[in-house]
């Protein structure tokens, strides 16, 4: 394994979860692309230890599920600007981490632990390598 300067998307903890239609406008991009065409080159992609438990310590809370996907996806521009990221790395591939229960995406679960209706957000936002 070698060792790759950092994409700089983020600085300290990273990873985060995000917004379930965003992230799938992302994952249905790289889907319908031509993979032998030219995507910039993304190794890796590393999420810390805290926020990666975190969220996973919320979706035991909020969500009824049975797996996690990794998802590739290349970013959009309507992504990188919701969150206010680098425009430049739209197109760039990452993985995106979606809950799933059974072969549907997960949805969030209310105090009563009735489903609501929301599909759970997915995590995503990592530190892309190179």
């Given at each position: 394994?070698t ?11 990273y990873g985060?979860p995000v917004?379930?239609?965003?992230a799938?406008?992302?994952?249905e ?10 995507i910039?080159k993304?190794?890796?992609?590393e ?20 797996s996690i ?7 959009t ?5 919701y969150y206010?990221?680098?425009i430049?790395?739209t197109?760039?591939l990452t ?5 799933y229960?059974n ?7 209310d105090e009563s632990?009735?489903v609501?209706?929301n599909?759970t ?8 390598r190179?």
């Amino acid at each position: 394994m070698t060792t790759t300067k950092s994409s700089g998307l983020n600085s300290e903890a990273y990873g985060q979860p995000v917004d379930f239609a965003l992230a799938n406008e992302c994952i249905e991009s790289y889907i319908k692309s031509d993979v032998s065409a030219a995507i910039p080159k993304t190794e890796s992609v590393e999420f810390s230890k805290e926020t990666l438990k975190a969220w996973i310590s919320n979706l035991d809370k909020t969500t009824e599920y049975s797996s996690i996907r990794v998802s590739l996806g290349l970013y959009t521009e309507s992504f990188l600007k919701y969150y206010n990221k680098d425009i430049s790395l739209t197109g760039v591939l990452t993985v995106f981490l979606m809950p799933y229960l059974n072969d549907n995406p997960a949805f969030q679960i209310d105090e009563s632990a009735n489903v609501s209706g929301n599909p759970t957000n997915p995590f995503n936002l990592g530190e892309l390598r190179p």
